[in-house]
Each structure stands twice: as structure tokens, then as C-alpha cells.
């Protein structure tokens, strides 16, 4: 069907009462600066009817209209359907439709390990994020998806830039760049960011975030990234050649060699995997800032704030070596590992990734942030 927009109505995999809609035209996804100008635009719109207007179009639609309760009827089989497979609370019956979440990924492990399949997908609930689990239960998710997709796509697209978030590990740097022929492009976090860079950067075939979010530039780099993602990776690429893996998967079954597991093990056989891989979330104290006269008000200013104290401590320590290109908050690499301090795209938190070849150089780079920001945040870190 070819139609020029479209809207998605979805629920949220981290609240149940903040669902939300996704507005997509035909060229692409909308981002939330082209959200907040249509809201302003219509809000301008109503602003400026007269009252008499208004009264106006409402008697003319009321002559000329029928009325069909049409949602209610629409609406409540809806409801019947949900309520029929969640139950009446408007909550997901085992857990919630998160796939990056530990007892979701429980679940498919099990459900693929009962049934001896060779793959289990499993998607968020507006199916736009993935995570594959091979035939011995073993996760693809974050690092090692990304590393199977770029494996997929650079047998087809040799020398792509992989255009991929910012918490991504070395591993899958040297993975992309020394086994698979790539260029690794860490840029910021956000799908729609990753997307737009490799859309307006140097050419690519795939953007993708460690948290399974995921375009094509054969699927015209829709951001319903798992949907598309996983079209492509199971059934039909876009120049209709049946895929790789379940090509690869039957064939090797063919043959009697071995089921799901080795041959997705096979195309990411390489990247190194940190040790500790740590993910925080720094809350900031607004009411005992330690910070610059004059910083007042937005959590923006004070987040920017805590990350130039930041730098300026790990510029000034020889122990630690600026990440040469980088594309959001202070990323640094220390002791065998690194980490990122940015703000969040979503929330009034600082995250803090940091990945480390062990628990005690884990704790050394914690430390550093530790002592730039501890007096302004209510979390420690520990
Ligand atoms: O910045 P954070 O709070 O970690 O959130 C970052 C994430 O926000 C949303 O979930 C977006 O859909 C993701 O593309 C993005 O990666």
C-alpha cells in the first residue's frame, strides 16, 4: 500500500502509563524537534481562531456530519483481545516487552532450548528492537549483535562504515575493522541519530544501537529497525536473493554439520568481550551544587557543567587518554578499558558506561568520575 504518512500507537516497555505514538512520512521517522513543531504549529492554529469561528464550523459540522460512534465499537473489541491475553491490569502477563530485559531473555532461552529451534528473535512491544538467542541459549544482544550484523552486511557491502552508538566496546572496533574489513563509526546514542548520520555521512548499509535498534539502507532506513532488521536477516534481501543466515542454517543442517548455534558463533567468531561491562545512572543533586556561579536552572546546564569538570580532571592526568573522536559527553580510556559519562536523551540522569579487563580497573575509572562529580549527584558511585 503506498500512502505518505503514517502513525504507530504502541505501548512503552518502561511504564505502562506512557504510551505513546510514533509518527513516520514517507521519508522516514519524525524526531522530536519536528514533533514539537507541528504541536506548536497547531497550538498557534487554535490560538488564532475566533471564537465566533469556531462556534461557526462547529454548527456547520453538526448540520453536515453524522456521527458514528465508531471507537467504541473499534476500541472494545481491542480491549477484549488485550484483556483476553494480559488479564485486566493493563500490564504484561510474565514481564514487560523489553528484550534487553533479564527475565524476558530468560523466557525465549527457555522456549528455544525446549523446542531444539536453531534461532528465537524477540522484540519490544512496537517491534522495533531485537534480540537473537542461537540454539544453545546463547544471547546476541548489544556488542554481539551488532558484530553479527555488520558480519552479515559487510560479506554484501565490503568496506561499509558501520554507523553504530556511542557505548559500543573496543572488541567490536577491532571485530569490525580488523576481521570483517569495516570502518566502525561510533557516533551518539539514539537510533534516529545513528540513522541520520549514515544517511548524511560518508555511504553506508546499517545503523545500529546496542539497544537493538536497527536500520537498513536497503529498507530504505526505516526505524522500525527490528521488523526491518529481521526481515532482511531471516526471510528476503532487498534484491530478493533469499538471506544468509537461514541460508546458512539449513544448508549446515543439510549437511548434517551442526545446528543454529555454530554457524551464528562462526560469523562472530572474534570480538574480544570486556570483562565488566557496567552501565549507571547519575542523578543530580540540584539542591547542593558545588558549580559555577551563574549555572541556574536546567538539568542540561548543570549535567554540561558536571562534564567540563570532568574533562578538565581527566585532561590534567596522564593516566588517562581522551577518545580522538567522540561524538557526546567525555570519553576516555584508561587502565585497559574506557568509559563514557554523557547525559541520558530521555531523562535527567547522567549514564556512565564503563567497560574494563577487570572488577579493580573497573573501580580505578570509576573513581576518576567519582571524585569530578560526587558532590553534586545523589548517586554515588560504589
Ligand atoms: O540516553 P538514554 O536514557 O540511555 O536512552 C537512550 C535510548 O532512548 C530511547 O530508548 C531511544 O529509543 C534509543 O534509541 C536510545 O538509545
Keep these: 500500500m503506498k500512502s505518505s504518512t503514517f502513525n504507530l500507537v504502541s505501548s512503552y516497555y518502561l511504564s505502562f502509563n506512557k504510551n505513546r505514538f510514533k509518527f513516520f512520512t514517507n521519508a522516514g521517522g519524525l524526531k522530536k524537534p519536528d514533533i514539537k513543531d507541528i504541536l506548536e504549529r497547531d497550538a498557534e492554529i487554535y490560538k488564532n481562531f475566533a471564537v465566533e469561528a469556531v462556534m461557526n464550523s462547529k454548527k456547520i459540522t453538526s ?30 502477563p510474565n514481564h514487560i516487552s523489553n528484550p534487553v530485559y533479564k527475565p524476558a531473555m530468560k523466557a525465549i532461552t527457555q522456549v528455544v ?47 561499509t562504515p558501520i554507523v553504530i552508538d556511542s557505548v559500543t566496546s573496543d572488541g567490536l572496533t577491532m571485530f569490525i575493522e580488523k576481521k570483517l574489513g569495516g570502518k566502525h563509526h561510533r557516533f551518539k546514542r539514539g537510533y534516529k541519530n545513528i540513522i541520520d548520520e549514515a544517511i548524511l555521512g560518508e555511504e553506508s548499509h546499517l545503523a545500529i544501537e546496542t539497544s537493538g535498534h536497527g536500520a537498513l539502507k536497503g529498507n530504505h532506513w526505516l526505524d522500525d529497525g527490528a521488523k526491518n532488521l529481521t526481515l532482511w536477516f531471516c526471510f528476503l534481501y532487498y534484491t530478493r536473493q533469499p538471506v544468509k543466515i537461514l541460508n546458512k542454517l539449513a544448508s549446515a543442517r543439510a549437511a548434517g554439520l551442526y545446528g543454529g548455534s555454530k554457524v551464528l558463533i562462526d560469523l562472530v567468531d572474534g570480538p574480544e568481550e570486556p570483562v565488566v561491562v557496567e552501565e549507571m545512572r547519575l542523578k543530580i543533586n540540584r539542591k547542593r551544587p558545588n558549580l559555577k556561579e551563574g549555572i541556574c536552572g536546567s538539568f542540561r546546564d548543570y549535567g554540561e557543567a558536571m562534564l567540563n569538570q570532568l574533562e578538565n580532571r581527566t585532561d590534567s592526568d596522564p593516566k588517562f587518554q581522551k577518545a580522538p573522536i567522540n561524538f557526546e559527553g567525555v570519553s576516555v ?43 553534586n549527584l545523589w548517586t554515588h558511585l560504589h
Design 333 to 375: 580510556s584508561g587502565f585497559g578499558g574506557w568509559f563514557l559519562l554523557r547525559l541520558s536523551f530521555h531523562f535527567p540522569v547522567l549514564p556512565l558506561n564503563i567497560e574494563a579487563p577487570s572488577y579493580e580497573d573497573a573501580v580505578k575509572l570509576g573513581l576518576i568520575v567519582d571524585a569530578a562529580v560526587k558532590e
Design 63 to 92: 448540520t453536515s456530519v453524522k456521527r458514528v460512534d465508531y471507537m467504541t465499537v473499534y476500541t472494545s473489541d481491542l480491549v477484549k483481545a488485550v484483556r483476553k491475553a494480559a488479564g485486566d491490569t493493563g500490564s504484561f
Design 113 to 159: 532450548l525446549n523446542n531444539k529451534a536453531d534461532l528465537g528473535i524477540i522484540f519490544d512491544t512496537d517491534v522495533d528492537r531485537l534480540v537473537v538467542v542461537d540454539s544453545t541459549g546463547r544471547e546476541f544482544n548489544r556488542n554481539r549483535l551488532i558484530a553479527l550484523m555488520s558480519a552479515i552486511v559487510l560479506e554484501e557491502h565490503i568496506g
